[in-house]
């Protein structure tokens, strides 16, 4: 899962203009998104019923309807990231004026054996992001140990006190965390910088029950 952190505000940007012409916000990982509620048309809730007329002679009738698509209601459902990081959360770290930028599961990050769902939100003083790759299987816990185990960054620093294991990318300015066989990639900027490791135990110190 390569994020990249130090080149989050400039995606944040570009991202923002897409979704402006799109006319809804959407999202990149590491690329840090909202997303609108789903419609769907359903017979039973039609609010449109159909209509039988009598011909004059009897006998026969003739039928003619009109179906009109009610639109779904119910919000669409919080991914799991954003149910860790929430914007009350992104509050506390980046300021009052937070806002979600990203929401999705961002293609091509996951694997046959994971998917990858992300968070992030935007303010003037900078932006934070949840990511988190998700076993949908045992291959799917292997793999996500693998990252800690022979794969893990030559460079990195080993993190205590999160979940399984946990350490910092000083290349991609990223903490690590391994939680209940799913793998969390905490990635923050502030005035556009990426942060260091003390800043993103910050982030992580308000997250942790959920790892």
């Known amino acids: 899962m390569n994020l990249n952190p130090p080149k989050l ?110 968070c992030t939100y935007t303010s003037a003083s900078g932006a934070v992001q949840l990511a988190m790759r998700i076993p949908k299987n045992s291959l799917g816990v292997s793999e996500n140990a693998t990252v800690f185990g022979s794969e893990r960054p030559g460079n990195a620093a080993s993190v205590a006190g999160y979940g399984q294991s946990a350490f910092w990318d000083p290349e991609k300015y990223q903490l690590n965390v391994l939680g209940h066989n799913t793998w969390y990639v905490i990635s923050r900027t502030a005035g556009g910088q990426p942060i260091n490791l003390e800043e993103a135990r910050a982030v992580a110190d308000l997250l942790v029950k959920g790892f």
Request: charge should be positive; proline fraction near 6%; charged fraction near 10%.
């Open 9 to 118: 505000a400039a995606i944040i940007a570009v991202t923002v203009v897409m979704a402006a012409a799109l006319g809804s916000l959407a999202f990149v990982r590491g690329k840090p998104a909202a997303t609108t509620a789903a419609h769907k048309t359903t017979g039973a809730s039609s609010p449109t019923q159909k209509t039988t007329t009598q011909e004059p002679s009897g006998g026969k009738t003739s039928g003619s309807s009109s179906t009109t698509p009610a639109a779904d209601t119910k919000k669409p459902a919080v991914n799991a990231a954003c149910k860790l990081i929430t914007l009350a959360v992104a509050q506390q770290l980046i300021g009052g004026d937070a806002k979600a930028v990203d929401a999705g599961n961002p293609a091509g990050l996951g694997t046959p054996a994971t998917t990858v769902v992300t």
